[in-house]
């Protein structure tokens, strides 16, 4: 009977492991590529976003609740130059990511590709000039809550976590 419960709980273990895989692996290939080639990184949850909205807004907790994770990182100077960023989009095409957003033109550059079928996740790209972002976000961003985001940015009613420089 020990026997039988162990293959049970192995099998099961096996099963949910393997279910969860399909999440993690998009995730990775940004992560993979990126964390040797960054200057910064960032990985923001709702809670984080949530404290520092110093008025409560109540448009941005909205927009801050309606995705599960979001990573940026600042691609170095080398990575910039060869445009060696654009290559890990390719993977992700590859992985049935399609695209939403090109923009290219000016010095700056908007690449957004996303993939619904598991789960709402979305990458991409923003550059401008001779500094580069890539990004990776996991969940549902509300569109039609940004303006009030870039309002609330404009009005200082939330703390800047980007400028570290600023907290003294």
Known sequence: MTKTIRIKSLFIGLVVW???????????????FAENRNNSKYCMY?????????????????LANSF???LIYEMDSITVAKGSHRDVMKKYRNEGFEEYVSLIGGGNEVLILGEEKRT??????????DQVFVFYLLGNIQWQKIPTLINTFAENDLINIFDINEWD
């Open 18 to 32: 393997g279910l969860s895989q399909p999440l993690f692996a998009q995730e990775d290939i940004l992560k993979d």
């Open 46 to 62: 709702p809670s984080t976003l949530r404290m520092i909205n110093l008025k409560n807004n109540e448009a941005y907790t909205e």
């Open 68 to 70: 599960r994770k979001f």
């Open 120 to 129: 709402n996740e979305m990458v991409g790209i923003f550059g401008m000039g």
